[in-house]
């Protein structure tokens, strides 16, 4: 410890003995910048590929690549969107992505925030165990859900069903979303509530009113999360919707794949076009995103 | 005309006015209360969490395919039949190293890109939202992509590789059974090391400035800072998603599925995979069954390490 401190100084005299204050501030300044650049660069190049790929012709895709996009611009062709929509399901499986995804944003949000309100502002027996269960259950990995729940979604014939599909997203983020909204309802003072008790406000005036607008940012997050999962499944949504036109995105793209040919303009191109929506989000409120895990704290 | 508006309001307002009530009298009502606010999420997770994990333990105690309509009861016989099988502790051993692999690569890239992003400079929204992305792609994104880049004819990382003179000829990176697991753990990596960047920068965000004021002031440099500020601070978050990391690692299905089904030859069948064969492509349910009441097993483990050394519960106070 002392070691690294003596290098740590050594380093910094060394630095300040041959650069004066304001260059060496340009340099470190430099340096983050070069790092910071290198890490974008390496996050961003599948995302580059992927759109490179979606607009070539196939044989340029499956023969040694080139790295400057002369050749890339010259052979730029949308003919793997059109394809996407015309010789398959495609606005069908996005259709059915939007809506198991809305389904399960807005129960899990809903039964989140009422979760997160009883807990904090109601007493009551078990309290902590429930939370123990609740976490426990934030452990269970998909493919351990999945099996159990094609079993009983058959009997049920919940199979190939939106409702089945979004209760098994349920599943996956609700743990998380209850515990973010059970903290996050924490930092929302009971002395505004009481406040409005004074004023002769009902418990429930007071929860429509004053509670739930404060809870709106843990909200917001616990559904760009909910999203985030629902968007994201692969393994429940190709264990639970077996029928082709039910099938979300994730699956669907996966059909692309045959024995003898991938169709890899069509994979990119639909690849794309899945990811429009996690971009926007990410760019319009990662503060929300940051938000949700400081509280979440998971 | 004001007799009709008063008709039609009348039949609005009276139905939201009871409503209302009957809100206003639930929420009165402790026990009602109770029910009201917990009960949907109770409902939910019973039915789509807890019952199917009861109704996969119970399976695993029978003998049951796909084609016959009747269980036979056999006890703990799968069990027995799965801990015996070589297979089983080879997808295990994989997923072992899968799960290990993959935390600590992610370990090192996510704290290092949370440590970055913390500091303040132009751009640094952009470039959050540019390293953020990855974890909201979805996977089948990320591994068809990667298929595609680690393609040992038409791959980019091979020309990338042969470019910078690291390799001499294309790999097949995901086609030979040596390097396709350690390969699955980088392209793995790629995506969910961000998740430890998230949950490090939420909280290296929540450290007072005041603090590293008051260490300068006091003549400490930047890796004293470091090691008496910043790493007691996001220590706690670090061994928190070592340990549920580690889990879900462990666990993971869709990308190694997506990339390889579990393949070539068995190179890439961990556990989950093994779980999805063995109950969707030979439909010994019983058996899968059995896999998963091991898997289930190594949870409640870590479930136990995790309450015993954090209780999150009791961190929750009122």
């Given amino acids: 410890m002392v070691f690294t401190d003596r290098i740590s100084n050594r380093i910094q005299s060394t630095l300040s003995g041959i650069l004066p204050y304001q260059e060496r501030l340009q340099v470190r300044k430099v340096a983050l910048y070069a790092v910071v650049v290198l890490t974008c660069a390496v996050m961003m190049f599948p995302m580059y590929w992927m759109l490179v790929a979606s607009v070539q012709p196939y044989d340029h895709i499956v023969r040694t690549p080139t790295w400057f996009p002369t050749q890339v611009l010259a052979a730029l062709q949308i003919d793997a969107y059109i394809s996407v929509f015309a010789d398959r399901n495609f606005e069908r499986w996005y259709f059915n992505s939007v809506l198991v995804a809305v389904i399960a944003i807005v129960s899990t949000v809903g039964a989140s925030t009422l979760a997160g309100y009883g807990l904090t502002r109601v007493q009551f027996r078990g309290r902590k165990n429930f939370a123990r269960l609740i976490l426990f259950s934030y452990m269970f990995p998909p493919i351990l859900l999945a099996f159990p729940q094609y079993q009983i979604w058959r009997r049920l014939g919940l199979l190939n069903s939106y409702i089945g599909i979004s209760v098994a997203h349920i599943a996956i983020s609700l743990p998380f979303a209850m515990w973010m909204m059970w903290k996050f309802f924490q930092t929302v003072p009971i002395a505004y509530e009481e406040a409005a008790w004074m004023n002769g406000a009902s418990q429930f005036h007071s929860f429509k009113d004053v509670a739930i607008p404060m809870a709106k940012p843990g909200m917001v997050a616990v559904a760009i999360f909910t999203f985030a999962v629902s968007w994201n499944d692969f393994t429940m949504a190709t264990i639970l919707l077996p029928d082709s036109s039910m099938q979300t995105l994730p699956p669907a793209v996966q059909t692309f794949v045959q024995q003898n040919y991938v169709y890899w303009g069509q994979i990119m191109a639909a690849s794309t076009l899945m990811s429009i929506p996690p971009f926007l989000l990410v760019y319009k409120l990662q503060e929300s995103i940051l938000e949700g895990f400081r509280t979440g704290g998971l | ?318």
């Avoid at chain 2, 996969?56 to 015996?84: H, K, M, Q």
């Fill in chain 2, 1 to 318: 005309m004001s007799t009709l508006q008063d008709t039609v309001n009348n039949w609005f307002r009276i139905p939201k006015k009871s409503w209302d009530g009957l809100l206003e009298s639930l929420f009165g009502d402790k026990k009602a209360l109770i029910g009201l606010t917990v009960g949907p999420a109770a409902l939910l997770m019973l039915f789509a969490s807890f019952l199917p994990i009861l109704w996969a333990l119970n399976l695993s105690l029978y003998d049951a395919g796909a084609l016959s309509p009747t269980w036979t009861w056999v006890g703990i016989e799968n069990y027995i039949g799965v801990l015996n099988s070589p297979s089983y502790w080879n997808a295990f051993w994989r997923s072992v190293s899968f799960g290990f692999g993959s935390v600590a690569l992610q370990l090192v890239i996510g704290v290092g890109t949370a440590l970055m992003l913390s500091r303040e400079f132009r751009g640094v929204v952009l470039a959050r939202a540019m390293i953020f992305l990855p974890y909201l792609i979805p996977t089948v994104v990320v591994g068809m992509v990667f298929r595609l880049m680690l393609n040992g004819n038409y791959g980019i990382i091979n020309v990338f590789l042969v470019d910078i003179g690291l390799i001499n000829q294309p790999i097949g990176w995901l086609s030979s059974g040596d390097i396709a697991l350690p390969t699955l753990i980088v392209a793995n990596s790629w995506k969910f090391a961000i998740f430890i960047t998230i949950m490090v920068l939420a909280r290296l965000q929540s450290i007072p400035n005041e603090f590293y004021e008051a260490a300068t002031m006091n003549g400490a440099g930047p890796l004293r800072k470091f090691r008496d500020i910043t790493l007691p601070q996001i220590k706690g978050v670090i061994l928190l998603t070592l340990l549920l990391r580690g889990i879900w690692m462990f666990n993971k299905f869709d990308i190694i599925y997506i990339m390889t089904t579990g393949g070539p030859g068995s190179a890439t069948t961990t556990l989950p995979i093994y779980i999805f064969e063995v109950a969707f492509l030979d439909f010994k349910l019983g058996q899968a069954g059995a896999i998963a009441g091991t898997l289930f097993a190594f949870l409640g483990a870590g479930a136990i390490v995790y309450f015993v050394g954090f209780n999150p519960a009791e961190e929750v106070g009122r």
